[in-house]
């Protein structure tokens, strides 16, 4: 929303916000924000105001909120923390009703009216949870798509792990021979793409040494006369050497099998 239709919607008085053009008051003749329009009409008016409010901020706050990027954690998680917002959302308690004094109110009413409203944080929990329920969504895409030319559970093998005969370490990163069995360097990158995908639907046994689920990691496969060399490399210079250590490990679990 742009700061101009966030301004807009906020006023209140002679000038109509656009979120309230429509709303019938009590009284025949008057238009909502109208200086004499009746106590009922004006609670209504700020009610439907402030309910309008309530939920765009909660939206902003929950797209905001720590945890909810697909990345942040795998779709199984993001799914379980989205049935505890929801339970939240549903169980949640309202806080006490805050009441506006008639002598707080502006000089223009024609009637002085208390009015009361409610902060309601079963919103923000409702927005939390389709926040993860989306990312979770969307690791299911790509994991749809990264796999959908891969033969059906080859997902669960990483041709790193397969087929990785040795190692040479990079100023950025590290570079990893694939034996010829491994196929060609399209071959390998869809493998690995759709390997990382799988990885990232629920909690696996291993990743914290899985080279591929390091932020930032890039991927480039070419061939080599003894086969196929991956590439991987990380802008981050302070997580070079945990791309390398991670490399080592999967490669010490490659000989190992």
Do not use: K
Request: glycine residues 6%; charged residues 20%.
């Amino acid at each position: 929303m742009s700061a101009a239709a966030s301004a807009q919607s906020l006023r209140i008085g002679r000038s109509v916000p656009h979120i309230l053009r429509g709303f019938e008051c009590d009284r025949t003749g008057h238009l909502p924000g109208a200086l004499d329009a009746p106590p009922s009409c004006t609670m209504r008016i700020r009610s439907s105001l402030l309910t309008a409010i309530l939920a765009t901020s909660a939206a902003c706050a929950a797209s905001r909120a720590n945890g909810t990027h697909p990345e942040d954690m795998t779709a199984t998680e993001h799914l379980e923390q989205a049935r505890e917002a929801s339970l939240r959302a549903s169980t949640g308690s309202r806080p006490g009703p805050y009441y506006a004094s008639p002598y707080s109110a502006p000089r223009y009413w024609s009637h002085w009216y208390p009015w009361y409203y409610y902060w309601d944080p079963s919103l923000e929990y409702a927005a939390l949870a389709d926040a993860h329920r989306a990312a979770a969504e969307e690791l299911q895409i790509r994991f749809d798509s990264a796999c959908a030319l891969v033969p059906r559970g080859a997902e669960a093998s990483s041709p790193l792990a397969d087929y990785a005969t040795g190692s040479a370490p990079l100023d950025t990163g590290v570079v990893i021979h694939l034996a010829p069995e491994a196929g060609p360097p399209d071959v390998v990158l869809a493998g690995l793409r759709c390997h990382r995908a799988w990885l990232v639907l629920e909690p696996r046994d291993g990743t914290d040494d899985e080279p591929l689920l390091l932020d930032g990691v890039v991927l480039v496969a070419h061939a080599s006369d003894a086969g196929t060399e991956v590439m991987i490399t990380v802008a981050d210079e302070q997580a070079v050497l945990e791309l390398q250590r991670r490399a080592a490990a999967l490669l010490e679990r490659a000989r190992g099998r």
